[in-house]
């Protein structure tokens, strides 16, 4: 669940600017471009290429003005007026003397030169920047990566400290630096001390709370996942300190979740799990059960969301939560939530060992308590099932299918009748979606059940604009899957702004499901059945 939530704050400051230390954007440019960011889509994008480009014109010279040129002609497939307008530009940037060339010049000739293909030049370019800016963003961003890929962990920490001395002032870079050697200390406590974990939690809160409060990063999200992260990193050790970090993060969600998009009102459970432990880390026991008996209560009643359930992170609560009921004296309840637990996770099941040796059990006792044990775990698994399938049958609607038209890589043409009579499981993806390539393994996988099935069929429709791409991708990947090129207008017929997605089409072309988010990997299959057979009735 952590790289969840990473991977969810790397997606949003993907769009950020990389670093403070860049000429501000004039004001009115600034709030042009944060205008455009939010309009941008598959289906707005031909009507915001010409004030792009009107910008283009005016400021040549701005990352941001050029990302979003490139992100709108990329929407349109534009292949080769993309091309062009990359070519034109790293002609214009390559006439001005290499001494004078700035930063924000040499990140857009690297953006072009990606464009283009072109790996030497980009790579000379790259070259480039780190010699002429060593202390610059994209320098910076390379030093974190070698920390990262650093062994030995003394090392890695001694690299990001070298790192945070020339960028502790800014506001991108600092808040994932501290993150980073935070998560290093607290992986290797044999190599670090308690008071280095301690102060490396207060000072990833601290960069946070300075990005949050200057306006950058990701907004209140940042630092409400910073806080939750400092605060359980401190829960066993700084028990205290730690209930004041989950109060900060928890006080800053209360007043941002109403105006901040990502934010929503249920969010303080992540928090939980660390309060548990933190309150049984300084001994009061009732506050801890009390809070173990809410997330178990959840748990089971399966009625929060998959994000929310994982950040109650199941065999760890239910680890913490046993060892509070085995200092109360209730064994048998503590026995059964570490057992759960052991269940959910089986790196728990050397802590059920410990717990029946410190609590041994006769031999008929032991065989009920598995009996008991195991009853347990399939009516709370029966459960989630049933939950779960109801909830993905909430989404079943009876919609007309837009027509489209598709080539196969044979170049053969299809549309939404040549799937006529069959039930069509349709994935979006691109060859540039590191998702949408798990998602089409367990797709192949599903496709390899349904191959005797005559009345369901498979598609994977690709939207990637550069169309050259995908055969030697799907030659190279070994892609089972039926490919399709998506033609030029389906992204905007069908308001695609992300894949991967899926469609459930059934017999007579109609919609029946649209998915814009992965189904879990570990109902993927059942949950694509229960959609197959919903749609075939």
């Known amino acids: 669940m952590r790289l969840r939530l990473r991977v969810l704050v790397l997606a949003l400051l993907a769009a950020v600017s990389l670093g403070a230390r860049r000429p501000a954007e004039p004001p009115e440019l600034k709030e042009t471009l944060a205008r455009l960011e939010k309009t941008i889509s598959s289906a707005t994008a031909a009507e915001t290429e010409p004030t792009l480009a009107d910008l283009m014109a005016q400021h040549p010279d701005s990352p941001d003005v050029y990302r979003l040129y490139v992100r709108v002609l990329k929407l349109q497939k ?5 091309r062009e307008s990359a070519r034109t530009t790293l002609a214009r940037l390559e006439g001005v003397p290499s001494k004078k060339r700035t930063e924000d010049q040499l990140a857009i000739m690297l953006r072009a030169c990606s464009v ?13 920047l780190i010699d002429r800016y060593p202390k610059g963003r994209h320098a910076g961003w390379k030093r974190m990566r070698q920390a990262s890929e650093e062994k030995d962990p003394v090392r890695a920490a001694a690299l990001y400290e070298g790192i945070l001395k020339d960028y502790s002032s800014d506001n991108t870079l600092a808040p994932w630096l501290t993150n980073d050697r935070m998560r290093l200390i ?12 301690h102060d490396a939690a207060w000072a990833y809160e601290g960069m946070a709370r300075r990005a949050w409060k200057a306006g950058t990063q990701a907004g209140a999200y940042w630092y409400i996942v910073a806080a939750k992260e400092a605060a359980e990193a401190l829960a066993k050790q700084w028990p205290e300190e730690s209930l004041e970090m989950a109060g900060r993060g928890m006080a800053c969600l209360e007043k941002s ?9 249920e969010l303080p459970v992540m928090f939980w799990p660390g309060m548990l432990e933190a309150h049984a880390a300084a001994g009061r026991l009732e506050p801890a059960r009390k809070i173990g008996e809410a997330i178990v209560a959840h748990l089971e009643a399966d009625d929060l969301s998959e994000d929310q359930a994982g950040w109650l992170e199941e065999a760890r609560s239910r680890s913490g939560y046993s060892s509070v009921l085995e200092k109360l004296g209730a064994v048998q309840e503590a026995r059964m939530q570490l057992g759960l637990a052991a269940e959910a996770d089986d790196a728990r099941r050397k802590d059920l060992e410990a717990f029946q040796q ?3 059990l006769e031999p008929a006792d032991a065989e009920a308590f598995q009996k008991d044990l195991s009853a347990s775990r399939a009516a709370i698994l029966g459960g989630r099932k049933e939950q779960a399938k109801r909830r993905l049958l909430a989404g079943l609607v009876d919609e007309p299918m837009h027509d489209f038209v598709a080539e196969d ?3 053969n043409k299809v549309n939404l009748a040549s799937f006529h009579g069959k039930t069509v499981v349709m994935t979006l993806w691109a060859t540039w979606c590191g998702s ?14 349904y191959e005797k099935d005559p009345k369901v069929t498979f598609a994977a429709m690709s939207i990637d604009w550069e169309r050259e791409k995908v055969a030697p991708f799907v030659r190279d990947k070994k892609v089972n899957l039926p490919v399709f090129i998506a033609g030029d207008s389906f992204e905007k017929d069908f308001g695609v702004e992300s894949v991967p997605q899926m469609f459930i089409i059934d017999a007579s072309g109609r919609m029946r499901f649209r998915l814009v988010d992965i189904l879990p990997d570990d109902r993927f299959q059942q949950s694509l059945d229960w959609m197959i057979e919903a749609a075939g009735k």
Do not use: I, S, V, Y
């Open 409 to 411: 890589l044979q170049g």
């Open 436 to 449: 949408c390539h798990w998602e089409m393994n367990l797709l192949e996988q599903t496709r390899q059940r």
């Open 358 to 360: 410190r609590h041994p």
């Open 116 to 128: 283009l293909d072109d790996k030497d030049r980009r790579d000379r370019f790259e070259q480039e």
């Open 78 to 82: 534009k292949t080769p007026e993309l």
């Open 186 to 197: 607290e992986a290797n406590p044999e190599r670090f001390t308690a008071r280095q974990l």
């Open 257 to 265: 979740w109403p105006t901040e998009e990502m934010l929503r009102a």
